[in-house]
């Protein structure tokens, strides 16, 4: 039986629907994150090379020794949206259909979905419709804020985002599961990034620490 903490590797096609996996993400400069999940329960672990942090039943506990003592600690509890994903990423959940349609250009590799998607901001808007905002907040990003119109006329695949632009950079395996992400959006949110490190049928151990200190 794996436990939070263990290195998670198996055949990332294979267990697509897998109840344990690990990744990491990392929003801006922030520091990364290596999560731990068990799909099941909803129970995860986050380190972030400082501090852990389990999620057991909803409560969160804290400490800087995985094998010393824990606190609860309810500001501890990641607010990120993509710190509580209870599902291994898929191509799917990128790019729905509607955002494809809005696509202004893409540079892929293969059939994978492997590739660089842009879009100008406005036309996701005009095309999506609320579908941009729920899209936008799924990840992170603030959705209230307008996009911003770009100047020029741009049909090609940019090198770098500027605000007005979102820029999703994806590394998908043919059954669709994503193993690297970053999504650039200038001006409505710091940049994300996301990579599954491991994932497995196993059942995964994330309990009450043993030793909290009330």
Do not use: C
Request: aromatic share 8%; hydrophobic share 45%; glycine share 10%.
């Amino acid at each position: 039986q794996l436990h939070a903490g263990d290195v998670i590797k198996d055949d990332l096609v294979s267990v697509l629907g897998a109840p344990t996996f690990k990744y990491r993400m990392q929003r801006g400069e922030a520091i990364e994150q290596a999560i731990w999940v068990d799909s099941s329960s909803g129970n995860r672990e986050l380190f972030d090379g400082a501090t852990y942090v389990r999620i057991v039943d909803g409560v969160a506990y804290a400490s800087a020794d995985v094998a010393g003592s824990w606190i609860i600690d309810p500001a501890a509890a990641p607010t990120d949206p993509l710190a509580s994903l209870t599902e291994i990423v898929t191509l799917e959940r990128v790019l729905p259909a509607e955002l494809l349609d809005a696509v202004t250009a893409s540079a892929l590799q293969g059939e994978s979905g492997t590739g660089r998607y842009f879009f100008v901001d406005t036309e996701l808007a005009a095309v999506a419709g609320g579908g941009r905002a729920a899209w936008l907040t799924s990840w992170g990003f603030d959705s209230t804020i307008a996009p911003t119109a770009i100047d020029g006329f741009v049909d090609d695949v940019p090198d770098t985002a500027r605000p007005g632009m979102i820029l999703v950079s994806i590394v998908s395996s043919a059954d669709g599961v994503v193993t690297s992400l970053t999504i650039d959006a200038p001006g409505i949110g710091e940049s994300v990034s996301y990579r599954l490190e491991g994932a497995s049928t196993e059942p995964l151990t994330i309990d009450v620490p043993t030793t909290v200190i009330e």
